[in-house]
C-alpha cells in the first residue's frame, strides 16, 4: 500500500464516519457496507490486512484510549462479570464454536476448527458501546461491555497461540495451554504494573505540552511492545497502564490534558474509522482464496459458524448471570439484581471486528513444509462471521434495546448529583480564596477579587440552572441561553481582532495569542454548561 492509497482510504474512511452521524445507521456498520461495495468497484486499490500492521501498530492505541476513558472503580466494581466474560466466554467459545466448526465442516482437522474458534472468539464492543451509550443504555451494561472489550483480545490471543501449536504438530498439552495463558497474563499485567508509576511520575514533571502528547502517543506501543519483548500479552499491558494513566489524569498539567483529550479523540476517529473501512474491502481476497470450496458450499459453512457463535455466546451469558447469584449470597448483596432483559442485551452485542481477521491473517500460510489445513477457509469463515455479526447484530441491537425498554440513565438525578459536588467543592474553594486573601501577600485589587468570587459563583450555579425551566419562545434551557450569548460575544470579539490585525494594527502572533485566549475561554464556558 503506497502512500496515496493510504490518504486514500483515511479520507474516505473519515467521510464516510462524518455522513453516519447525519444517519440513524451506527457507523462502523455503514463504513463496512462501504467497503464491501467498495471492494467489488474496478481500479480500487487491494487493501489486504497485514496482522503485523494491525496487531502492534493498530490495536495498542484503539485499546490505550478505551482503557483511559474507562472508569477503573467502575470495572473493579464489575469484576466478576467482567472477567466471566472475557475469560472465560473467550475460551468457552474458542472450545465450544471449534467443536461445532469441526463437527459442521467436512474433512476440516479439529486442530484447525479449534484455531478458527480462538479466532471468532473475542467480540470487539466498539459498535455495542457506541449504541449503549446512545440509547442510554444502563451505565453497569455499558460498563460490562466496555470491560469484557479491554480483556478478551488477550484472552483470544493465547488461545489462538496454543491451538496455533497443536495444529502444527507441537506437542500441547491441557496443562501447558494452562500454564502459557497463566505466563501470557501474569506477565502481560506485571509489565503494566512495572511501567505505570515511572510513566505517570514522569507525565507530572513534565510541563512542556507538546513533549507531553509526544510522550501520551508513545506509551501504547512501549507498553505493548515491552510486554510482547518478553512473550507477555501487550493487550493487558497496555490496558493497565490506560487504567491507570486515567484513574490519575487529574494530576496531569491542565494544558496536557486539554490537548491529549483532542488529540486522543482525532486518533481514535482515524483508527476505528479506517479498520471497519477495511473490514469490507477484505471480500475479494477471501473469497478468491476458496480453492477447492466453492462459494455456495462456504455459505452453507459460514452460516453455520455464525449461528454456533450467536447461540454459545447465550449459551454462556445467561448461565453466567444467574447461577453465581442464585448460589451466592454474597454476590445478591454486593451486586444489583438482574431480570433476563440485561443478558439478552448483553448476548446479542457480541459482534466481531478487526481482531478476529487479524488474528485470521496472521494464521501461517506453510508449516513444517505443509500448508495449514484449510487455511482459506478459516479465513472466509472469520470474515462472514465478522461482517455477519455487525450487520445482523448490529443493525437489530438498537430496536431490540427500545423494545426491552429498560430503565435508562437517570439525567435528573445525575445533575443533581453533578450539582451537589459542584456545590461543596465551591465551597471549599472560597474557603481556600478567604485564606489566601487573609494573607497581606495575596491582595488584590477590589474589581479581581470580586472577578474570582463572581467566576466561582458562576460555576456553583451552573449545574443548577440546568434544573431549571425552559424558555418558553426560544424552547432553549438557561444554559442554552447562557452559552450562545457567550458565544455570540466572544465572535464579536474575535471579528474586531482580526479587524486590527488587517489594518496592521497588530501582528499575527499578537493575534494568535488573542484568538487562543478566546478560544480557552468559549471552551471553559461550553463546559460549564455541558450536561
Not at 488461545?159 to 498439552?173: D, F, I, M, P, T
Not at 515491552?226 to 487504567?243: D, I, Q
Not at 455487525?390 to 435508562?408: C, E
Request: glycine fraction near 6%.
Amino acid at each position: 500500500m503506497d502512500a496515496l492509497q493510504l490518504v486514500a482510504l483515511v479520507a474516505a474512511s473519515a467521510a464516510v464516519a462524518g455522513l453516519a452521524r447525519r444517519t440513524p445507521v451506527p457507523a462502523p456498520l455503514l463504513l463496512v457496507a462501504v467497503g464491501l461495495v467498495a471492494s467489488a468497484v474496478p481500479g480500487v486499490p487491494d487493501y489486504t490486512l497485514d496482522p503485523h500492521i494491525v496487531l502492534p501498530l493498530i490495536l495498542p492505541p484503539l485499546l490505550y484510549t478505551a482503557a483511559v476513558d474507562s472508569s477503573y472503580l467502575d470495572l473493579k466494581a464489575n469484576i466478576r462479570p467482567v472477567a466471566l466474560l472475557s475469560v472465560g466466554y473467550v475460551l468457552f467459545a474458542t472450545v465450544a464454536v471449534g467443536w461445532l466448526a469441526y463437527v459442521l465442516v467436512p474433512d476440516l482437522p479439529l486442530t484447525a476448527a479449534l484455531v478458527l474458534g480462538a479466532v471468532v472468539a473475542p467480540p470487539d464492543a466498539v459498535a455495542a458501546t457506541a449504541i449503549a451509550r446512545k440509547l442510554g443504555l444502563p451505565h453497569r451494561i455499558t460498563t460490562i461491555l466496555q470491560g469484557e472489550s479491554l480483556v478478551n483480545d488477550a484472552t483470544a490471543i493465547t488461545a489462538y497461540k496454543v491451538a496455533l501449536a497443536a495444529a502444527v504438530g507441537e506437542a500441547v498439552s491441557w496443562a501447558g495451554g494452562i500454564e502459557e495463558f497463566a505466563l501470557a497474563a501474569v506477565g502481560g499485567i506485571g509489565v503494566g504494573l512495572v511501567l505505570m508509576v515511572p510513566i505517570h511520575w514522569l507525565r507530572c514533571r513534565i510541563h512542556d505540552s507538546l513533549l507531553q502528547n509526544t510522550l501520551s502517543l508513545l506509551i501504547p506501543f512501549v507498553a505493548y511492545a515491552a510486554a510482547e519483548e518478553v512473550h507477555a500479552s501487550g493487550v493487558l499491558a497496555v490496558v493497565v497502564v490506560g487504567l491507570f494513566l486515567g484513574h490519575r489524569a487529574w494530576q496531569v498539567d491542565f494544558a496536557t490534558r486539554l490537548q491529549e483529550e483532542a488529540v486522543w479523540k482525532m486518533v481514535a476517529f482515524v483508527l476505528e474509522s479506517s479498520v471497519f473501512a477495511l473490514i469490507g474491502l477484505q471480500l475479494p481476497y477471501v473469497v478468491q482464496g476458496l480453492g477447492r470450496y466453492g462459494v455456495a458450499e462456504a455459505a452453507w459453512y459460514a452460516a453455520g459458524v455464525f449461528a454456533a457463535v450467536v447461540v454459545v455466546r447465550f449459551v454462556w451469558v445467561y448461565p453466567a448471570t444467574f447461577l453465581p447469584r442464585r448460589f451466592s449470597a454474597r454476590i445478591r448483596e454486593r451486586e444489583p439484581g438482574v431480570d433476563w432483559r440485561a443478558p439478552l442485551v448483553v448476548g446479542w452485542a457480541g459482534m466481531r471486528g478487526v481482531v478476529s481477521l487479524a488474528i485470521a491473517f496472521s494464521i501461517p500460510a506453510v508449516t513444517g513444509g505443509e500448508e495449514f489445513p484449510a487455511r482459506n477457509l478459516v479465513l472466509f469463515l472469520t470474515f462472514t462471521t465478522v461482517i455477519g455479526t455487525l450487520v445482523v447484530q448490529g443493525l437489530t441491537l438498537p430496536p431490540l434495546i427500545r423494545s426491552l425498554k429498560l430503565p435508562g440513565r437517570d439525567r435528573h438525578a445525575e445533575t443533581l448529583a453533578e450539582a451537589q459536588a459542584q456545590s461543596e467543592a465551591s465551597r471549599a474553594a472560597e474557603e481556600r480564596l478567604d485564606a489566601l486573601l487573609a494573607d497581606a501577600r495575596n491582595t488584590l485589587p477590589g474589581p479581581l477579587e470580586q472577578r474570582l468570587r463572581t467566576v466561582l459563583e458562576r460555576r456553583r450555579n451552573a449545574v443548577w440552572e440546568r434544573l431549571g425551566a425552559v424558555n418558553e419562545t426560544t424552547g432553549e434551557t438557561a444554559d442554552d441561553t447562557y452559552r450562545r450569548l457567550s458565544r455570540e460575544m466572544i465572535d464579536a470579539e474575535r471579528e474586531v481582532f482580526v479587524k486590527l490585525r488587517d489594518e496592521r494594527r497588530i501582528d499575527d502572533e499578537m493575534l494568535r495569542n488573542l484568538l487562543r485566549r478566546l478560544d480557552l475561554e468559549e471552551a471553559a464556558a461550553y463546559r460549564e454548561t455541558e450536561g
